[in-house]
């Protein structure tokens, strides 16, 4: 899974930096994304800029601001044995769900870890 956004790195340049990685990509065929503005404030103007298309269009699902994935609860819960590149602010075990492994990360190398299916450099997506 990669895991973007959350109440403490959701904000509005966090996705702007993603989108920016997945403009004019899709994520691989065996990643979930999950993109989750900090605030109903970002998220509408991530929608206004049309930075919520561009996570769609890449394949990610948007959530509206919640507490959710970062604490193992409503969507985007890992399975146990499942691995998530998260721009969230812990990661010690059992923390997005029992038996999962959390990557922190940046929004870039989240974004860039969502289109190659692995830990990627953002670098390689960039510009194309």
């Known amino acids: 899974m990669s895991?973007?956004?959350s109440c403490t790195n959701g904000r509005l340049e966090d996705l702007r930096i993603a989108a920016k990685v997945l403009e004019g990509h899709i994520i691989s065929d065996h990643v979930r994304g999950i993109v989750s503005?900090?605030?109903p404030k970002i998220y509408s103007e991530a929608m206004e800029e049309g930075l919520?298309?561009?996570f769609m269009d890449a394949g990610f699902c948007v959530t509206n601001p919640t507490c959710g994935a970062c604490l193992g609860m409503s969507n985007g819960v890992l399975a146990s044995g499942e691995v998530a590149a998260s721009t969230t602010n812990r990661n010690f075990n059992g923390r997005m769900g029992k038996g999962?492994?959390?990557?922190?990360?940046?929004p870039a190398t989240a974004a860039a870890s969502?289109?190659?299916?692995e830990i990627s450099n953002s670098t390689l997506f960039m510009g194309n």
């Open 52 to 54: 919520l298309k561009i």
């Open 3 to 5: 895991y973007i956004g």
């Open 114 to 117: 969502a289109i190659k299916g």
């Open 37 to 39: 503005p900090a605030t």
């Open 100 to 106: 999962g492994m959390v990557h922190l990360m940046s």
